[in-house]
Structure formats: structure tokens, C-alpha cells
């Protein structure tokens, strides 16, 4: 199974910010990666697709790109409703879907 | 507008059964591919499973054997047969629409709770 590693864990933010997120392939995959964001209380939404998509409505602050093994997940200016708890995923076989471990933003 | 919407949740015994619905409206459950994550109590979120516009059905190591998808056409709903539960199984249960890489449609969950 390919392993996702997301990281940070959490973040401590302000408005305004450049926010970057990376989530680490254990192994070569021809799948890109999407990225949600989930806030409090609400299911999780999708932001991005196939590495570098915004998905209908999502802002252009919010983009995706991938280096090898290594996606990145990037908030240009963060604003207070970006605040939640983003997450990657990789397509893959078996498991279907693998999910980063969460990346939680939290206001300074 | 697509909306799907999840019940059928509760606190069960361990080894109990349950079944979660997932009325679609918006689009045809025969036409998508239909997955079931779940999110355990202040954690990450975790496939389930997975039903294909063909029927074709694919779990998770967790739950296979435990765990059966199923839709029925006429009612536009997916279902999550749930056997054996445990402890670990405790989780609000999300029904996504699937586009084959990426879900992009979601319910509100429902919470199952597995505890004597």
C-alpha cells in the first residue's frame, strides 16, 4: 500500500498568511493527488484535484502541485474562513483512497 | 443539486449489525461510483468502501468480510451493511459520490457507535 505523509500536523496562522502543506509519497505513483478541507462540525470539501485543479467555486488563492513524490498544497493569503483541518489523498488500487493524517490551521 | 443524505446510525453492541442508508438526489447511484468513508472520533478520515456504477464492489482490509455495499436503483440509495462490529468501528460514516480519483460530493455523515 502506498503510505500518504502529510505535515504539518497543525499550524498556527494569521490573516494573510502563505500557508503551505506537503503530503510525501512512500513510493512512485502515476496518481495525483486531491487535497479537502473539513471545517469544524462539516464534512470534508474538495479544493483540488489531480495535483493542480480547482474544484467548482474553490478560490484561486488555493492551488496544488507535485514534485516527484512530493505534492504541496499552498494558500497564497489565508482568510479567516480557511481556517479547519485540510487533508491529502492519493488514488491508488487496494486501498482505494489513502488520506493524509490532517493538517489543522488554528488562528494565532 | 446533489444531495445525499445518511441514516441509519446508533450505538450498538460490540458484534452487533447495522445498516447505514445514503438517499442520493441530484444523481443516479447507477451511474456513479459511490464510496463510504468514515472518521473516527477526532481523527483523519479512512476509506471504507467502495460500490461502482457496474456493481463492482471493493473494501477496505478493516472491514472486508465485515462490511457489505450494496444500492438499490429504485429507492436511488447506496447501503452499508455492517457485521461483527467492534469498538474500532466507532466513526461518523460519510457517503460521497465518487468521481474514480477524487470525491466530490459528501453527506453530513452518520454516527455509529459501538460500545456495551
Known amino acids: 500500500d502506498i503510505q500518504m505523509t502529510q505535515s504539518p500536523s497543525s499550524l498556527s496562522v494569521s490573516v494573510g498568511d502563505r500557508v503551505t502543506i506537503t503530503c510525501q509519497a512512500s513510493q512512485d505513483s502515476n496518481n495525483y493527488v486531491n487535497w479537502y478541507q473539513q471545517k469544524l462540525g462539516a464534512a470534508p470539501k474538495l479544493l483540488i484535484y489531480?495535483?493542480?485543479n480547482l474544484a467548482a467555486g474553490v478560490p484561486s488563492r488555493f492551488s496544488g502541485s507535485q514534485s516527484g513524490t512530493e505534492f504541496t498544497f499552498t494558500i497564497t493569503s489565508l482568510q479567516p474562513g480557511d481556517i479547519g483541518t485540510f487533508y491529502c489523498q492519493l488514488y491508488g488500487d487496494l486501498p482505494r483512497y489513502g488520506f493524509g493524517q490532517g493538517t489543522k490551521l488554528e488562528m494565532k | 443539486e446533489v444531495r445525499l443524505v445518511e441514516s441509519g446510525g446508533g450505538l450498538i453492541q460490540p458484534g452487533g449489525s447495522l445498516k447505514l442508508s445514503c438517499e442520493a438526489s441530484g444523481l443516479t447511484v447507477s451511474g456513479n461510483y459511490m464510496t463510504w468513508v468514515r472518521q473516527p472520533p477526532g481523527m483523519g478520515l479512512q476509506w471504507v468502501s467502495t460500490?461502482?456504477?457496474?456493481?463492482?464492489?471493493y473494501y477496505s482490509d478493516s472491514v472486508r468480510g465485515r462490511f457489505t455495499i450494496s444500492r438499490d436503483i429504485s429507492k436511488n440509495t447506496v447501503y452499508l451493511h455492517m457485521n461483527s462490529l467492534r469498538a474500532e468501528d466507532t466513526a461518523l460514516y460519510y457517503c460521497?459520490?465518487?468521481?474514480?480519483?477524487?470525491?466530490?460530493?459528501w453527506g453530513q455523515g452518520a454516527l455509529v457507535t459501538v460500545s456495551s
Open positions: 460521497a459520490r465518487d468521481r474514480q480519483w477524487e470525491l466530490d460530493y
Open positions: 489531480d495535483g493542480s
Open positions: 460500490i461502482t456504477s457496474g456493481g463492482d464492489a
